[in-house]
């Protein structure tokens, strides 16, 4: 079934395509999202609502990775379907109740126009809250990869650093990380393409189990 622009869930965006640019007001004034490329990768993340309870946790365990995403040359945004005021009235309660500082814009979306291009509305879930989704946009302004989540659910903060890490790690090296991969452990070299790459693969020095699945420890 085709969906029309007024369709929550409408404009998912595609991994290894251009992620679709916005200019958005946010509590640290007006940003346009390809304003950080050629700079940054971004992770934009969205949350249901201010003031409320699984939304401020996940806030304040984003602000206490702030800094270790900004080490890694990343933008955090937050955005909710709720107004600049909003946001800026949370912020200041979270400070004043938890002793927290968001350090990150958050995105106003009163009008849902970076929801509806994001996939962020859900109708199984509500047509009018975004729910708990993830994307991670590298710093040629390319989507790289996405996570969703319902809104019962408050996401697992190492995970995205440890996806952002993967992410850049296979750029520089051009190798893949396996499953449970943690930054150090060994990483998945390509697969060969054609027999005479496969027949030399087994004497390169790799941890080989076979042919088309080999190890190796990066410096």
């Not at 009018?128 to 302004?141: A, C, E, M, P, Y």
């Not at 070299?189 to 990066?218: H, I, N």
């Amino acid at each position: 079934m085709s969906m029309t622009g007024d369709e929550p869930g409408q404009g998912l965006p595609i991994i290894g395509k251009e992620a679709p640019d916005f200019e958005a007001t946010t509590t640290q004034g007006v940003l346009r999202l390809s304003d950080f490329r050629g700079k940054k990768w971004v992770v934009l993340f969205s949350h249901p609502a201010d003031f409320t309870p699984v939304c401020t946790t996940e806030f304040m365990a984003f602000s206490a990775v702030a800094d270790e995403l900004a080490k890694l040359n990343v933008q955090l945004l937050g955005l909710s379907i709720d107004s600049v005021h909003s946001h800026l009235a949370w912020v200041r309660n979270i400070k004043e109740k938890m002793g927290v500082t968001i350090p990150f814009p958050i995105v106003a979306d009163l009008d849902m126009n970076v929801a509806r291009k994001y996939g962020m509305l859900h109708a199984g879930q509500s047509s009018t809250s975004t729910i708990r989704t993830v994307f991670f946009i590298d710093d040629k302004g390319i989507m790289r990869a996405m996570i969703y989540y319902p809104m019962s659910s408050g996401r697992y903060i190492p995970e995205i650093i440890r996806l952002v890490k993967s992410l850049q790690l296979a750029d520089k090296y051009g190798v893949s990380t396996p499953a449970n991969w943690q930054p150090g452990d060994k990483v998945v070299v390509p697969a060969p393409k054609t027999q005479a790459e496969m027949e030399k693969r087994l004497s390169e020095g790799y941890e080989c189990k076979d042919w088309y699945l080999c190890f190796k420890q990066l410096k």
